[in-house]
């Protein structure tokens, strides 16, 4: 017998850490449009395990084991691949090295909190407190766009900017409205397009 919990959801889940192992492995080799097509659609999926886990009847060991696994591997595709994504597109001074180590940081605060409070308010309207750390996948490939346009010092900075203000927004205490209906609909779409542009310039 093997450890773990297998399931619909999980499979979702490990699909996801499989895209943002691969974004990482294909930032090293220096395709950064690449990377972050994996990272947008390891976005996706994290999306959708939740949803996907809660059509289904789960006990409660594979509910909490979903909850602890989905947590450990957001840490991963949203925290040290957007970071390795930097590092290997050029930001590798020492600044650069303080702001994606406190990046890293701010996503496994951001998840631990998650892990222990969870969601608030009841009914049709629920919110997290802070950013969650999947909207990091949706954000940076649009940011990274810019170098499209310019790779001089505003490119530079409004990276570092981006990387920074990500980062603040998992640990601040504001609340954020849980995704709803809709919104499924408008981010796979919002992925599809970002994925083509960068399928088109490499």
């Known amino acids: ?18 895209l943002g192992m691969a974004s990482c492995y294909l930032s090293f080799g220096g395709y950064v449009g690449y990377s972050l097509v994996c990272l947008i659609w390891a976005g996706i999926l994290d999306l ?19 909850a602890q696994i989905d947590s ?14 930097a590092l290997h597109s050029g930001f590798s001074s020492p600044v650069d090295y303080v702001i994606l180590t406190f990046f890293c940081c701010a996503a496994a605060m951001r998840l ?18 802070g950013l969650p750390v999947t909207f990091a996948a949706l954000i940076l490939p649009l940011v990274y766009l810019l170098k499209l346009a310019t ?19 998992f640990i601040l205490k504001i609340p954020i409205p849980k ?8 981010f796979p779409i919002l992925a599809i397009i970002v994925t083509a542009i960068w399928l088109l310039v490499g």
């Not at 450890?3 to 996801?16: E, Q, R, T």
């Not at 995704?179 to 408008?186: A, T």
């Open 1 to 18: 017998m093997l450890l773990g919990v297998y399931n619909l959801p999980g499979l979702i889940s490990f699909s996801a850490l499989i």
């Open 48 to 66: 959708f395990d939740g949803f996907v886990a809660r059509k289904l009847k789960m006990s409660e060991i594979e509910k909490d084991f979903g």
């Open 72 to 85: 450990i591997i957001d840490v991963v595709n949203f925290g040290a691949a957007p970071a390795m994504i």
């Open 112 to 129: 631990g909190y998650f892990n222990v409070v969870g969601l608030k308010g009841d009914g049709p309207i629920q919110f997290y407190t």
């Open 151 to 169: 790779e001089g010092p505003l490119y530079i900075w409004v990276i570092r900017a981006a990387y920074l203000l990500i980062a603040f927004l």
């Open 179 to 186: 995704p709803k209906g809709v919104f499924y609909i408008i």
